[in-house]
């Protein structure tokens, strides 16, 4: 079946430190690939996303590239910031019988420090 | 404009009670999920309304849970006689229709069952 592996967290950088959250997915054919954020008291979020093979999804400062021989969708920020402490969710989406169902990672906590 | 909305937003009950969850989503969007997310876990896909189609019911975990839909409007998400293990956060989320659309999500309610 389809899922999706991501790094443990937590993890704590200091400001301007550079981030890569990992994510692996196990999809058959072409999934899309999402990074959705979670900041504290609020409600999840889409950060990027990307469609297919060698994509790349940028926002906010973040990238992440839709590696299809890796089958890897790392999340990477060269340079965080206190604000980027949050909850990071990578997901993919496969459409099975109309139904574009999202499958989600564990999640890694990023908390950044000053 | 008004984003996804959920009530209540947290929830204590007592085991072996009924309880019945809202989402009202994003005016316009004709697809709405639920999912779960358990304590330091990834979010789980419950159930998918798309339009006036059979709904995708393949997460739902027991028979003791259900939702209903009405047209493309509002959602409730009923599980009955509740267990401890039914604590979580139910997440809904809507997007315009089918294909990769971006999921848009609701603050969530927190389930605590005693």
């Known amino acids: 079946g389809n899922s999706v592996t991501q790094m443990e967290g937590p993890v704590t950088l200091s400001e301007e430190a550079f981030l890569t959250i990992n994510c692996t997915y196990t999809a058959t054919g072409y999934p899309s690939l999402f990074w959705y954020v979670q900041y504290p008291g609020e409600g999840l979020q889409l950060l990027l996303k990307?469609?297919?093979?060698?994509d790349k999804g940028s926002n906010k400062g973040f990238e992440a590239t839709y590696r299809k021989e890796t089958t890897s969708f790392h999340l990477e920020k060269g340079s965080v910031q206190v604000s980027d402490s949050a909850v990071y969710f990578c997901a993919l989406s496969r459409t099975q019988g109309g139904s574009e169902k999202l499958v989600f990672g564990k999640g890694t906590k990023l908390t950044v420090n000053p | 404009g008004a984003g996804v909305s959920q009530s209540p937003s947290n929830k204590v009950t007592e085991k072996g009670k009924d309880v019945e969850l809202r989402c009202d989503p994003i005016s316009g969007h004709t697809a709405l999920y639920w999912y779960r997310q358990r304590l330091g876990q990834g979010l789980e896909f419950l159930i998918y309304?798309?339009?006036?189609?059979?709904?995708?019911k393949s997460g739902l975990p027991s028979d003791r849970f259900s939702a209903e839909r009405t047209g493309e409007s509002v959602s409730t998400l009923t599980i009955q006689r509740t267990q401890q293990e039914d604590s979580a956060v139910y997440l809904c989320?809507?997007?315009?229709?089918?294909?990769?659309?971006?999921?848009?999500f609701g603050p969530g309610t927190r389930l605590t069952v005693t």
């Open positions: 989320a809507s997007s315009y229709g089918t294909g990769v659309h971006e999921q848009y």
């Open positions: 309304f798309q339009g006036n189609s059979a709904p995708d």
């Open positions: 990307a469609t297919k093979a060698d």
